[in-house]
């Protein structure tokens, strides 16, 4: 496991003396026939021997290593392109070692947390030869209640966090995602949301410190980075700018009990008058009170005929008693009882969101094995005017005639508008009723089975153009979406990034673009969505 925050600078000050200049001292062509695995040997320290960390296409436990954190299966076919190493790290100066070696043999380096990138760019590649830098060993979660803060590190994923925060305290808690199994390095530095962002903002607005290692191969943490960097791997992903370790994050206040609830509604049952007064009101609602509305498409009452299901999920930080009377004075159409109400702790609300049974033990946070995989696609999109009931109804029509596809709507408001555009990369605040995830899986392989589903969530996609931002059409950069643009990193980088750029940070993506070029001139932290350098 890596190394307990915070860091020392100590080590690697003298080992970046020594792995660099002894580097650089020699002409490239010297490794010319040098593999990468002798590479990282050659740069690591005896103190902390490498050689066990490292997995190539030889070693028996290769494709189970490679395989353990693919979380999307249309990149696990025969056909992917694999990478010629993977390496476990375990210490520090593993990373600084995969730098050195990287640069070296001019073989890119893929950097994976939790492996959830929706579209496989932490572990996949269209560019020729790369490497894994499989970052799931640095997994501590080390929280001080006192001064309600945690450094949490990048391979460590959500239910570790919430799990570690709930063992020393009822009423803390974190404002992140709702899938347990996500890494914290992708989520985090991708901007972060969760069912308290209407009370406390993304997870990145709650980032107070990290700890990076650069393309120099040296450990930064928030003063020696500089305030410039710090900003940019909050929200404008972390990959493009260096590998991250660790973030510093406050933690937030939670009551004892909180209160859930899960209810259907189908388009026989008037989900059009439930749907469209959610449109109206889950933005303005207290900011103690997160909806999620999810619509799919379900059988009807015939079962030879399908309908539109809706589904209202919800995490109030309150009581039954005070839920129920926001509920009657701002959404009565709902109809919410008090015996659709289950009251519970915070850290057992996460688990009801990812749709455990209730009673399921705190430790369940803890598992990296997902009870199933699928191929999956995923888009987003941002909107800020109420769609009316006709749009709702064609909208519905069109799911009912792709069938496989979800809709999720995440309310905004709240904190969400309060905090200023420029605060993070992030841009997607004020002005922004919701955002939308279309998601769709299937179970089959192949690809023209894939290509058969993509074009399904895309024809959605088209069918929604009417109702969401325009200029740019906005999109989030934790629901990667390869169809937005892909950078090829050769003489066009900056204008292909540009064109994924302004959609994912709008105003922001220049600023993005300004550090990255004074951080990492060489574009050697790149992948096909990362942040360009000013071209020459």
């Known amino acids: 496991m890596g190394t ?14 020594v792995l660099f200049i002894a580097s650089f001292a020699s002409p490239s062509k010297a490794f010319a026939n040098e593999t990468l695995s002798q590479c990282l040997i050659s740069y690591s320290h005896a103190s902390h021997p490498i050689i066990s960390a490292i997995y190539t296409p030889e070693n028996s436990s290769y494709s189970t290593v490679l395989q353990s954190y693919i979380r999307n299966l249309r990149f696990n076919a025969s056909n992917t392109p694999k990478p010629t190493l ?9 990373v600084q070692a995969a730098i050195v070696c990287a640069q070296k043999l001019s073989v890119q380096m893929k950097i994976r947390s939790g492996g959830h990138d929706f579209e496989g760019i932490s572990y996949f590649s269209i560019s020729s030869p790369f490497f894994i830098l499989d970052m799931f060993n640095f997994r501590s979660v080390d929280v001080d209640i006192e001064a309600e803060t945690a450094w949490v590190q990048a391979g460590a994923i959500l239910g570790e966090v919430y799990y570690g925060i709930a063992a020393k305290s009822k009423v803390h808690g974190f404002p992140a995602g709702v899938c347990s199994m996500v890494g914290v390095g992708g989520h985090f530095s991708g901007g972060g949301y969760g069912n308290m962002m209407r009370k406390y903002g993304l997870s990145v607005d709650n980032i107070v410190d990290a700890s990076i290692i650069s393309a120099k191969g ?10 410039d960097l710090f900003w940019a791997i909050r929200g ?6 260096g590998v991250i370790l660790a973030y510093k994050i406050n933690l937030v206040h939670v009551p004892e009990m909180v209160t859930v609830f899960r209810i259907h509604r189908t388009w026989e049952q008037n989900a059009t008058e439930a749907v469209y007064k ?3 009101v889950a933005h303005k609602l207290h900011e103690d009170l997160f909806i999620r509305l999810v619509m799919d498409v379900v059988t ?3 079962a030879r005929e399908k309908t539109v299901r809706a589904t209202f999920v919800a995490l109030f930080l309150g009581d039954t008693r005070r839920l129920l009377s926001l509920m009657s004075d701002s959404f009565p159409e709902l109809g919410l009882r008090s015996s659709d109400c289950i009251e519970m702790s915070w850290v057992n609300s996460t688990l009801y969101w990812m749709n455990f049974s209730i009673g399921t033990p705190v430790d369940a946070l803890l598992s990296r094995s997902p009870h199933r995989l699928m191929h999956l696609k995923r888009k987003s999109d941002y909107v800020k005017q109420i769609i009316p009931k006709v749009g709702l109804q064609l909208i519905w029509k069109r799911m009912i005639e792709l069938e496989r596809l979800t809709l999720t709507f995440n309310p905004y408001g709240g904190q969400m508008s309060k905090i200023p555009t420029t605060k993070t990369p992030f ?10 995830q279309y998601a769709t899986n299937w179970h089959e392989d192949g690809d023209e089975v894939a290509r058969h589903y993509i074009e399904l969530t895309r024809k959605l996609y088209g069918y929604m153009t009417p109702f969401v931002s325009k200029n740019p059409r906005a999109a989030f950069l934790n629901y990667r979406d390869l169809d937005l643009g892909v950078n090829h990193n050769g003489d066009e980088s900056y204008e292909e990034g540009k064109v994924y750029g302004v959609k994912y940070f709008k105003g922001n993506f220049n ?3 300004e550090i990255k070029t004074k951080v990492d001139p060489g574009n050697f932290f790149r992948n096909e969505q990362s942040i360009p350098v000013v071209p020459p």
């Open 511 to 513: 600023r993005l673009v």
């Open 4 to 17: 307990s925050f915070p860091y020392t600078k100590t080590l690697s000050l003298f080992s970046l003396q």
């Open 86 to 94: 993977i390496l476990t790290a375990l210490h520090e100066s593993h």
């Open 236 to 241: 404008g992903g972390g990959a493009s700018f």
């Open 300 to 302: 009807g009452k015939n």
């Open 218 to 227: 040296e450990i930064l943490d928030r003063e020696s980075m500089g305030e």
């Open 278 to 280: 959610w449109e109206q």
């Open 427 to 436: 841009p997607h605040r004020a002005g922004n009723l919701w955002k939308v």
